[in-house]
């Protein structure tokens, strides 16, 4: 790593203990969303040799680590956990200018490092296995978990460190290696989770960076033959190829992917606690979560004094740069993501939706070097136009009326994803009526679609996943495999099936 007379540090890839730069010479810029004048830092733009490197590394690193006793593995996570404890308003910050959401967020953002690295190190402990009786006199059956190996992790930016961690660390106290890849604009938040990981004392070469663009880094580790397992999390589209390209070498393969996640509000909800909770899903995060808020389906009593009061609060949100401890909403991460969502904004207005606010560029002091798009919502939107079916990933959200609750959720289950949902209403009957309809791997009841806890598993159904869960002791399910012991103290050869006994 070397700092430029500006102060700007210039990163190489971390792989094997060392800092390594991309053979190519190549480097990108890392940028601030809310002033894209501020230069962060500058990484390594790098390809299949810098990939090659790292996996080997990580290969050659898995012959000690996965010996490691699971309880020693795990005491570095709990050391991660209290550095980054330490260290989380300063990492809060960098996530901050990184990609832009505002300080109280980022600061969630690392506690969900520290609490996944806090869980998973519990795991160290227990990380069960199975004993079961054997058929035959004399025989001892049991199952144990194994690492699986090279473990390759590809992630995307709106959790720049909150997901590596998802990834990294039950991989860790499982006994894989691991090389991954951040999002092309937010590789700053994973060198400093790197750099925790580190200075916990994880042995060189268990974990290995590599910075770059999806075909040059990310393709390549889903190729590669020594790489026994990729986690991915991004959008539907590049999941399906990540899954395809996974299948050629029969990788394990977990895809955590869109959502277009459905909030019904019933006519007998607290309709302050679900406009509040409409605001926090829809518009935390600049909308920029898997698990966003992005259709609120309203039944018809109450529809028309939710849609005025939705939009009359949404625009007394305050936007700008997400240091200002004031700010509720920052900026979108990046120009074309600005362009993405105002181009959705074009749409939905062609389709005949009617935008009840925002829709813009935000102009307020301070805005003018940013990506800041205002919080928008469209109302009267119909469960077929393109803004209520796909994933637009910035502060849109569009509001459906419905007749009933199974009208509702007929709406909420019309699409292809089926990430996370949520439902408001006073009637315990017809919560876990919708509890039950909803197809979704995630369903609140009188809280928005956002907020998972890192001990529950998190993924979703239909397009959103591909079965596998993230978070809780399901991880672990998928960075493990099973070994199947048989003893045999009889002293003869008994036949499974065939000697039996009376
Ligand atoms: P996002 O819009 O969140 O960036 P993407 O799905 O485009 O979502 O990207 C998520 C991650 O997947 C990023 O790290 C990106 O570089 C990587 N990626 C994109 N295309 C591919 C691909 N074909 N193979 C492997 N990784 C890819």
Not at 156 to 168: D, Q, R, T, V
Not at 432 to 447: C, K, V
Request: charged share 25%; proline share 5%; glycine share 10%.
């Amino acid at each position: 790593m070397t700092t430029l007379a500006s102060g700007v540090k210039t990163f190489g890839n971390f792989i094997d203990g060392k800092w390594i730069p991309a053979s190519s010479g190549n480097t990108s810029e890392n940028r601030n969303p809310a002033d894209n004048r501020e230069l962060l830092g500058i990484f390594q733009r790098s390809n299949e040799p810098e990939v090659n490197l790292a996996v080997e590394a990580a290969q050659a690193a898995f012959r000690k680590w996965s010996r490691v006793p699971a309880p020693r593995r795990a005491e570095i996570l709990m050391r991660t956990a209290a550095i980054l404890e330490e260290r989380k308003e300063e990492f809060a910050r960098d996530m901050t200018r990184e990609m832009g959401k505002v300080l109280k967020e980022t600061r969630g953002d690392v506690q969900e490092a520290i609490d996944t690295a806090y869980y998973f190190a519990g795991e160290g402990r227990r990380m069960f296995g199975l004993t079961t009786p054997s058929e035959l006199p004399s025989k001892f059956a049991m199952c144990t978990r194994e690492p699986v190996g090279v473990c390759g992790m590809i992630c995307p930016w709106n959790f720049p460190m909150a997901i590596p961690s998802w990834k990294l660390f039950p991989a860790l106290v499982a006994g894989n290696t691991c090389v991954i890849k951040p999002a092309e604009i937010t590789p700053l938040s994973l060198m400093n989770l790197m750099g925790a990981l580190t200075q916990a004392g994880l042995p060189a070469g268990v974990v290995n960076v590599v910075t770059g663009h999806a075909h040059e880094v990310g393709k390549v580790l889903t190729e590669h033959p020594l790489v026994r397992a990729v986690s991915f999390t991004g959008s539907t589209e590049v999941g399906r190829i990540v899954g395809v390209s996974c299948s050629h070498t029969f990788k394990r393969c977990a895809l955590e992917m869109g959502g277009k996640n459905p909030m019904i509000v019933l006519d007998d909800a607290n309709l302050d606690l679900a406009l509040e909770g409409a605001l926090w899903g829809a518009f935390g995060t600049s909308g920029q979560r898997c698990t966003a808020t992005s259709r609120i389906i309203v039944q018809k009593g109450v529809y028309r004094r939710f849609a005025e009061e939705l939009a009359k609060r949404a625009q007394l949100l305050r936007i700008g740069n997400g240091l200002d401890e004031n700010m509720d909403i920052g900026p979108v991460v990046s120009r074309q993501q600005m362009e993405t969502v105002l181009h959705y904004v074009e749409i939905g207005k062609r389709e005949g939706a009617r935008l009840a606010c925002g829709g813009d560029r935000c102009d307020n002091a301070g805005c003018g070097h940013g990506f800041f798009v205002e919080p928008t919502v469209f109302t009267d939107v119909e469960p077929k136009m393109r803004i209520a079916q796909e994933e637009i990933f910035g502060p849109v959200v569009s509001l459906l009326p419905c007749n009933s609750l199974e009208d509702a959720v007929e709406i909420a289950n019309g699409g292809d994803s089926g990430l996370s949902s949520a439902l408001y209403t006073r009637d315990v009957n017809r919560a876990l009526e919708a509890i039950a309809g909803l197809d979704a791997g995630i369903a609140y009841i009188d809280a928005p679609t956002i907020g998972a806890e890192v001990h529950l598993p998190f993924g979703g159904v239909k397009q959103s996943g591909n079965g596998h869960r993230e978070g809780g002791v399901g991880a672990l399910d998928f960075y493990t495999q099973w070994k199947t012991v048989y003893i045999d103290y009889s002293d003869r050869l008994q036949r499974a099936q065939i000697d039996r006994p009376e």
